[in-house]
């Protein structure tokens, strides 16, 4: 379903100029990754075809339509999106290449991707009430879920058990 993950990834596609190629979304090897240059997304997507790079302009467009396409047809330079109706989007696809992605997805030797649970944004937007400084907000990630630095006050929220870590609420939001 192109809609489902074009929409879970478009919050983290890149506007940065000077690195063109994360201002897209690829789709390689069954998954569909972003990256805003702070973050990087994956999403499973069962693609099974060659790697494919789409550009934001693509992107915004394929969403605001809103509608499941039919078919994808696409070469080397081209792609375009076919709907049950007839009517058809033509794009030029990215040119450049994405950096290794087997280096990004395996920082850590042995490291082990964990899943976003369910609830985690909802979560963390529950925690923001609670910081004790405004204008530093970090979120704890650990075995009970998220919470809040130790302050005058805070907050924890159970999401289940998550790898250890401290986040900018706007790189998690």
Do not use: M
């Given at each position: 379903?192109w809609?489902?993950v074009?929409r879970?990834?478009?919050p983290f596609?890149?506007?940065d100029?000077?690195?063109?190629w994360?201002?897209?979304?690829l789709l ?5 990754f ?6 990087f997304?994956?999403?499973e997507?069962?693609?099974?075809g060659d ?13 605001r ?6 078919t ?10 076919e709907?049950a109706d ?6 030029n ?5 994405w950096p290794d ?8 030797e042995g ?9 985690l944004?909802?979560a963390?937007r529950t925690?923001?009430p ?5 204008k ?9 879920g998220v ?5 005058e006050h805070g907050a924890?929220v159970d999401v289940?058990?998550?790898?250890k ?9």
């Amino acid at each position: 379903p192109w809609l489902k993950v074009l929409r879970a990834l478009e919050p983290f596609v890149s506007s940065d100029a000077s690195r063109p190629w994360s201002c897209s979304i690829l789709l390689k090897d069954g998954y569909a990754f972003a990256t805003n240059n702070v973050v990087f997304a994956r999403v499973e997507c069962g693609w099974g075809g060659d790697d494919l790079v789409l550009p934001s302009h693509a992107i915004d467009e394929l969403l605001r339509i809103g509608q499941e396409p039919e078919t994808v047809t696409f070469d080397s330079t081209s792609a375009q999106f076919e709907y049950a109706d007839g009517t058809f989007i033509c794009t030029n696809l990215y040119n450049g290449g994405w950096p290794d992605l087997t280096a990004l997805c395996n920082v850590i030797e042995g490291a082990v991707l964990v899943r976003v649970p369910e609830g985690l944004l909802k979560a963390v937007r529950t925690l923001v009430p609670f910081f004790p400084d405004p204008k530093t907000p970090v979120v704890l990630l650990g075995p009970n879920g998220v919470s809040t630095i130790d302050g005058e006050h805070g907050a924890e929220v159970d999401v289940g058990a998550l790898p250890k870590g401290a986040y900018r609420l706007e790189n998690l939001s």
